[in-house]
């Protein structure tokens, strides 16, 4: 594991917060400006010139989703109308009146109990008692020729009138008796006794007693009235006008109802309204946030930005352009829009994840760019084409891919796009038009093959106008009869297969850590390049002749040595090579010190400087070159093992990074510790393989045979 010394040279180096240059924000400005001209025309409102009673000269639709408060409140208010009154019956109502009836009757009987056998009292004391009782006590309104009925009556009469009274009284207070049904419920009372056996004037009194006492039990109820009447109103559901209904068709006359309907959605609303262009700035805003965080957690380079905002804006002009073409169109021809080339060119000269991005930006941009035949902001359809299609350029595309296959890939591309182009109308399950259908799915596979050619077609002029190192540029630059690798081949044969080396050693690092393997491969191709100005100088070139370092002075030999990293940069660049190349050959070494020629140096001289013994630099920038300086190291050192094992790899493997770590060579490139640790582990899986042991065959004894 690498040490706590070299952990404390990396704490400074990840503590400083990622900026934005001013370029950069100027950059990201206009990317949001070209997104917001792009849709500023789709979200402006239309407004319909109609007057009440005119004639409609064209279908209309409404843009929006709204609720039609006056339809809401109407058809709310039929249906609490619908609710009737609600009652509610007082069932004590009757308990009490028949507490009171058989209260009179039983108090009638006691006076008559009391009227037969007293002696004192005068037959008008005894009715003027019972009419107080009734007056005072029951409340009834009850006669005074009833009262003498009473009185006079037997008591087995009076017990058996009460039983009918109570038995009537509770039949017809058990029903609902509203206060216009009183009257109906006593002639019920009435008939309902005239059927008894009482006699003709107790059935009178009985009958008039019984009526006094019915009232009313079933009143209005208003709270309960209210409450049902707004739980009707509730379980109503508002009335909404939606967003593509037809409002009024052709030749139809704007009617009251109608105008009212238009005026609500907007369409006659003339005056400036500035919600859509906020509301737009939002949403823009939004997209460009998570493009900037998008920027800042990958890293790009400032170039890279430029070349997307130059991408972002010839996919958004074809957008456009292909919306305004397709207007007022029938035939798909909205489907010929190009998108996958935006993609393409982000993938092959950006990176993958970019493109993902850019792909589902371009699908919510889109769905607003070709909404002038949809009836609301976004067209969800053409929104979802647009995505497919753009992840279909990621995908078809590899990054391994040679040019010649751009081509191919925008075929493959075109299929797919026809495929979804056919899926989308079958979806819909609605009468297909073949005509329709077939150019529609045309424009689709066309869309393919023209952002294939439009791909090819600008992307030389991007790598050069920009200076991206893409991956078909270096697929063209790791070809070995390339004119610089055929002269190290030829004049430096030891240092091209040390390259060979060193060039899969670092592929597999490089993409162990995420980095860009093809960089780093076909970087080690070239950063030794420079040998090849003094071969015989370096020991891998030194077959079968003397080591002409032995006679030179160590300050010249370091010389030398130093130098070809410098006379690599001037060759590369002699033939025009990328900067990502040319940073690699001069930054392969670092300012490393050549230890052997040092330590020779002082033995004659003391004095001598460690300082004048290193390499001019500068350390390595990037990931690709530190993996290359630590393979470069790596593949000369595993040379001298003898007999190498994987625990001497191990070790030596380690200690070369060790080394390079405390000395500060990766300073300057954001390479992490465990970064350092899967690039060592990387590297001694790949070494322990192709130095592993071997069975060794015996050798056959010559035979010889004796001729006879």
Same mark, same amino acid.
């Given at each position: ?13 990840? @503590?400083? +917060?990622?900026?934005?240059? %001013?370029?950069?924000?100027? #950059?990201?400005? &206009?990317?949001? $400006?070209?997104? *917001? !001209? ?47 009154? @609600?009652? +509610?019956?007082?069932?004590? %109502?009757?308990?009490?009146? #028949?507490?009171? &009836?058989?209260? $009179?009757?039983? *108090? !009638? ?47 087995? @009469? ?10 009537? #009284? ?539």
């Amino acid at each position: 594991m690498l040490n706590k010394l070299a952990l404390k040279k990396f704490k400074s180096k990840f @503590q400083k +917060k990622p900026t934005i240059p %001013y370029l950069n924000s100027f #950059l990201f400005l &206009l990317l949001g $400006l070209i997104m *917001y !001209a792009s849709m500023l025309s789709n979200i402006i409102p239309n407004y319909m010139n109609v007057s009440m009673y005119d004639k409609a000269t064209e279908n209309i639709w409404s843009e929006i989703t709204i609720e039609d408060k006056e339809k809401t409140h109407e058809k709310r208010q039929l249906a609490a109308e619908e609710v009737p009154n @609600q009652y +509610k019956l007082w069932e004590n %109502y009757r308990d009490n009146q #028949l507490i009171k &009836l058989t209260s $009179l009757f039983d *108090y !009638a009987i006691e006076i008559r109990k009391d009227y037969e056998t007293s002696q004192f009292r005068t037959y008008e004391d005894f009715v003027e008692e019972l009419a107080g009782f009734i007056r005072n006590q029951v409340e009834l309104d009850i006669n005074r020729s009833s009262v003498h009925m009473l009185v006079n009556t037997p008591v087995e @009469q009076l017990q058996l009138s009460r039983e009918i009274a109570a038995a009537t #009284l509770n039949d017809a207070m058990s029903e609902n008796i509203k206060i216009d049904d009183v009257t109906g419920a006593k002639h019920d009372v009435k008939n309902n006794i005239l059927k008894t056996n009482l006699s003709n004037d107790l059935r009178e009194v009985v009958i008039h007693i019984t009526q006094s006492a019915i009232l009313a039990n079933y009143y209005f109820d208003s709270e309960k009235t209210l409450f049902e009447r707004q739980k009707q109103r509730d379980a109503v559901e508002p009335v909404f006008i939606r967003e593509g209904q037809l409002i009024v068709e052709k030749g139809q006359v704007i009617d009251e109802n109608i105008y009212r309907q238009l005026k609500l959605v907007g369409l006659l609303d003339k005056q400036s309204n500035a919600l859509p262009f906020i509301g737009l700035f939002f949403f823009i805003s939004f997209l460009l946030f998570v493009i900037i965080t998008f920027y800042i957690s990958e890293d790009q380079k400032q170039k890279t930005l430029g070349l997307y905002v130059l991408i972002f804006f010839l996919s958004f002009l074809l957008m456009k352009v292909t919306s305004i073409i397709s207007y007022d169109n029938d035939f798909g021809i909205a489907y010929i829009v190009p998108i996958a080339m935006g993609t393409m060119i982000t993938t092959m000269l950006i990176s993958e994840r970019l493109a993902l991005v850019s792909a589902i930006i371009f699908a919510i941009c889109g769905s607003i760019i070709f909404n002038l035949q949809a009836t609301g902001t976004f067209n969800f359809t053409h929104g979802v084409y647009i995505l497919c299609s753009s992840l279909a350029g990621i995908v078809v595309l590899s990054k391994s891919n040679p040019k010649g296959n751009i081509f191919k890939a925008g075929i493959l591309i075109g299929f797919i796009n026809a495929l979804l182009a056919l899926s989308f109308d079958l979806i819909k399950n609605g009468q297909t038009i073949w005509m329709e259908l077939g150019a529609t799915i045309t424009f689709s596979f066309l869309s393919g093959i023209i952002a294939a050619v439009l791909t090819m077609g600008i992307l030389p002029y991007l790598e050069a106008g920009f200076g991206i190192l893409s991956s078909m540029k270096l697929i063209d630059l790791s070809n070995p009869n390339h004119p610089l690798l055929r002269k190290l081949l030829l004049e430096a044969p030891g240092t091209y297969h040390h390259s060979i080396m060193v060039a899969n050693l670092s592929e597999s690092a490089s993409e162990a850590i995420g980095a860009n393997g093809l960089l780093a491969r076909v970087g080690a191709f070239y950063h030794d390049i420079g040998k090849a100005k003094w071969p015989q100088y370096f020991i891998e070139n030194q077959m079968n002749m003397d080591n002409p370092h032995d006679k030179l002075a160590p300050h010249l030999s370091k010389n030398i040595i130093t130098g070809h990293p410098t006379d690599g940069v001037k060759m590369l660049r002699k033939h025009k090579m990328p900067q990502e190349i040319i940073d690699i050959a001069l930054q392969h070494h670092g300012t490393t010190c050549l230890r052997y020629f040092y330590i020779k140096a002082k033995e004659s001289d003391e004095t001598v400087l460690e300082a004048d013994f290193r390499y001019p630099g500068p350390k390595p920038q990037g990931k690709e070159a530190a993996v290359i300086m630590i393979c470069d190291s790596i593949e000369a050192a595993v040379r001298t093992l003898k007999e190498p094992s994987s625990e001497k790899i191990e070790t030596l493997v380690r200690n070369i990074i060790q080394a390079k770590l405390e000395d500060g060579q990766f300073d300057e490139c954001n390479i992490t510790l465990k970064e350092l640790n899967i690039i060592s582990q990387t590297v001694c899986d790949q070494l322990k393989g192709n130095f592993h042991s071997r069975i060794a065959y015996p050798e056959e004894k010559n035979k010889r045979v004796k001729q006879a």
